[in-house]
């Protein structure tokens, strides 16, 4: 299996790099931040880290530096690829480095207008540059996989404000290119899905709540919903069961969270629970009174 995980530095695309390598994929990993060179989030993974991850799950992993907003770049990576493997069998579009630009609760004409059109540009543009140089190279044999990945279903976005405009319509945007990707490629047999993380305890996010993987559950007393909170393998454990799905167009087009996929194939979260933190918003919400225990 050759995959190309397109935003693979941290969370969600990290976890997604090295499940597919727990199934001996061989991943590109790509994003802005290198051991020499960091992007402005300044942080302090790396898609070289990601990459040794990925090989040391059982795969193997190939840092490459990418700015996907960058036409040129991306294209001579897909050239890379097709030279290196001559084919390519799962595309993981989860690029977005936009955290920091916005203010919640915060409506439009309030917002710093060019930081509101970033992130349409890092978190839809990004997308649909890579989608648009990679896909002649997996419709190339047919069979594929494009994973889109976004911040909530449509189903359960589209009655709700994801309480930022800009934020709210990249989210959104993300699920409908999974959908008009999965029009297009379904004569060559390739599937595009949209998949959804739950709360994620992606590194940045156990910073932000003082807490670290071994006592992550300290946070749910500053928010009760991080308790049904997941780690970025749970994800990547859902793209990996579509990935090696002989059956995966039944998921075409579809807008699904890792719950869903784990309940489907089987799998769990590193720790052996389900969480399904969206049916727990979902249940709460209005002041409903629910056990988070009861959603894991």
């Given at each position: ?15 997604i ?10 991943v590109?990993?790509?994003?802005r931040?290198?051991?020499?060179r960091?992007?402005?989030m ?50 993981v ?30 978190g839809?543009?990004?997308h ?22 976004t ?5 359960f976005?589209?009655p ?19 959908f ?5 490629l ?75 996929l ?15 933190v ?19």
């Amino acid at each position: 299996m050759i995959a190309l995980v397109a935003g693979a530095t941290r969370g969600t695309g990290r976890g997604i790099a090295v499940e597919l390598g727990a199934v001996g994929a061989t991943v590109y990993c790509t994003g802005r931040s290198t051991r020499e060179r960091h992007s402005e989030m300044d942080r302090p993974e790396t898609i070289e880290e990601t990459a040794e991850l990925v090989t040391k799950a059982g795969g193997t992993g190939i840092p490459v530096q990418v700015d996907h907003l960058e036409p040129d770049r991306v294209k001579a990576l897909t050239e890379r690829i097709d030279r290196e493997q001559g084919r390519l069998d799962v595309l993981v579009n989860d690029v977005w480095g936009a955290d920091g630009l916005w203010n919640w609760n915060t409506p439009v004409w309030e917002q710093d207008l060019e930081k509101g059109l970033k992130i349409l540009r890092l978190g839809v543009h990004t997308h649909l540059i890579t989608s648009h140089h990679a896909l002649p190279l997996m419709i190339r044999n047919g069979g594929g996989l494009v994973v889109e990945v976004t911040d909530g279903t449509w189903d359960f976005n589209a009655p709700r404000y994801r309480e930022n405009l800009f934020y709210d319509l990249a989210k959104m945007s993300v699920n409908r290119l999974a959908f008009t990707q999965a029009h297009e490629l379904r004569p060559y047999g390739c599937a595009a899905v949209a998949l959804t993380p739950g709360f994620l305890r992606s590194e940045a996010m156990l910073e932000n709540f003082g807490v670290t993987e071994a006592n992550w559950r300290d946070g749910a007393e500053r928010e009760p919903a991080f308790a049904v909170s997941e780690t970025p393998a749970y994800a990547g454990r859902a793209v990996a069961a579509l990935a090696n799905d002989p059956d995966r167009m039944r998921w075409s087009g579809k807008s699904v969270d890792s719950g869903t996929l784990a309940k489907a194939y089987g799998f769990t979260d590193v720790d052996g629970s389900r969480p399904d933190v969206w049916r727990y918003l979902a249940d709460t919400e209005g002041g409903k009174q629910a056990d988070p225990d009861d959603y894991r």
